[in-house]
């Protein structure tokens, strides 16, 4: 199926594969692994599913094949899909290509369109998270550390070859020519734009306790026509992809837009499901377990029942979310040293105490519920949270 036709790409879906194939020369930036880096000589990049999200070990019948494994994969891969594989860059993930989002943003003559598919609940990483595996020549192997150096994570940390865990993957068409700087440029305006849509969502990061700036796998294709060999139009290249620039707000609009829709397709995440409690702390230890457990230590049984059998209405309550990322605001800066120790457990308790308030509907109980949660104030952050939601259950309905 055609999805796109101009004067420099037509863009195609068939199954579960998306591709673009040039009809004049590109200069391309890709982070692929076969045809990857710099190049002036493609004449296709493609996206395509290689497998499902979970537990999907496939066999791709390659034992025979004289090239090496991922050498081995790209040839069988692009003959399925009928692309040249001496001229194609092509990256993999478990998203479905039907969830692909297309996207443009324009000025005067600058076009900017990206092509998207992501996914981010298995695999999102923070920048400098602990890494999982180190890279030999043989391949990679786990990196082994101590307890006490393990990072909090909710879930193990990943294989580098499970890109079916949730990946990110961006196909970026400028149509006006780009100095090899510029596109190396645009690289990191790409990379800002996937991460302000995280983080504008608030998505945990599933290797520590911190906000996600992308995934472990994250995959890129930036494409520029190259000044026409014939001295036709246009005679010049940009030089210029920054934050100060059209080009890079361009970049940045777009990639926002199509990422942040992606999520809504592909996993069914928008900004009106991450208002509640959980979406805020739970990154802190603040899930629903958490708190059906503070509420069983602080409630008398029936009314942790009643409080189990309502905790989704109570998890979503709007201003209970607004408590709880301030909250969770307050964790952050205190663990990137920005309030000291000491400041930050007042304010945490203040927090806690708001947020009992806003589940009690009672703003005026606050001193009364700081007082209350005052002996639980040496509990880890989200335990604390998750206290100051069952009392303020409690203070509710007394």
């Known amino acids: 199926m055609l999805l796109r036709e101009t004067n420099r790409y037509h863009l195609y879906r068939q ?40 537990a999907h070990d496939r066999h791709h019948g390659l034992s025979s094949s ?8 790209h040839v069988q891969t692009c003959s399925e899909a009928e692309l040249p594989p001496a001229t194609t860059a092509l990256m993999s993930t478990a998203a479905n290509m039907q969830c692909a989002v297309l996207a443009q943003a324009a000025h005067e003559e600058l076009c900017v369109s990206v092509v998207a598919t992501a996914g981010v609940l298995g695999n999102a990483t923070r920048a400098g998270d602990p890494a999982g595996w180190h890279e ?32 990110i993957v961006l196909l970026v ?15 990191t305006v790409v990379t800002e734009g996937k991460s302000t849509a995280l983080l504008d ?24 026509p190259l000044l026409p060999s014939d001295g036709g139009e246009p005679q010049w290249e940009r030089h210029w992809a920054g934050g100060h620039n059209s080009l890079g707000e361009l970049l940045g609009r777009a990639i926002h837009a199509a990422v942040t829709r992606c999520i809504l397709l592909q996993n069914g ?14 990154r802190h230890g603040c899930d629903e377990a958490e708190l059906r457990a503070q509420a ?26 607004a408590a709880a990322y301030a909250l969770a605001e307050i964790i952050d800066l205190a663990r990137a040293g920005v309030l000291h120790a000491e400041v930050a457990r007042e304010a945490l308790i203040n927090q806690a105490a ?45």
């Open 269 to 282: 995440v928008c900004a009106e499901l991450r208002r509640s409690i959980c979406a805020a702390l739970a």
């Open 296 to 321: 069983r230590a602080e409630l008398a049984a029936p009314e942790a029942e009643l409080f189990a059998h309502n905790l989704t209405a109570l998890i979503h309550d709007p201003q209970s979310a």
């Open 354 to 398: 708001l947020l009992a308030a806003a589940v009690a509907v009672a703003p005026e109980q606050f001193a009364a519920l700081r007082e209350a949660l005052q002996p639980h104030r040496g509990l880890a952050p989200g335990a604390l949270a998750a206290r100051a939601v069952a009392l303020g259950f409690a203070r509710k309905w007394t």
């Open 66 to 73: 004289p090239l090496p494994g991922l050498d081995a994969f």
């Open 173 to 187: 068409f400028i149509n006006q020519p780009c100095t090899p700087a510029c596109l190396t440029r645009a690289a």
């Open 136 to 167: 030999q020549p043989e391949g990679s192997r786990p990196i082994r550390r101590s307890d006490d150096a393990k990072p909090a994570a909710a879930q193990p940390l990943r294989s580098p070859d499970e890109t079916g865990a949730g990946t």
């Open 201 to 224: 969502l608030r998505m945990p990061s599933l290797q520590s306790a911190g906000l996600a700036t992308g995934t472990g796998t994250d995959q890129l294709v930036i494409a520029a």
């Open 15 to 54: 199954g579960r594969y998306l591709w673009a194939a040039f009809a004049r020369p590109h200069r391309v930036l890709s982070t692929c692994k076969v045809n990857g880096g710099l190049r002036e000589d493609l004449t296709h990049v493609a996206n395509h599913q290689s497998c499902e999200g979970v």
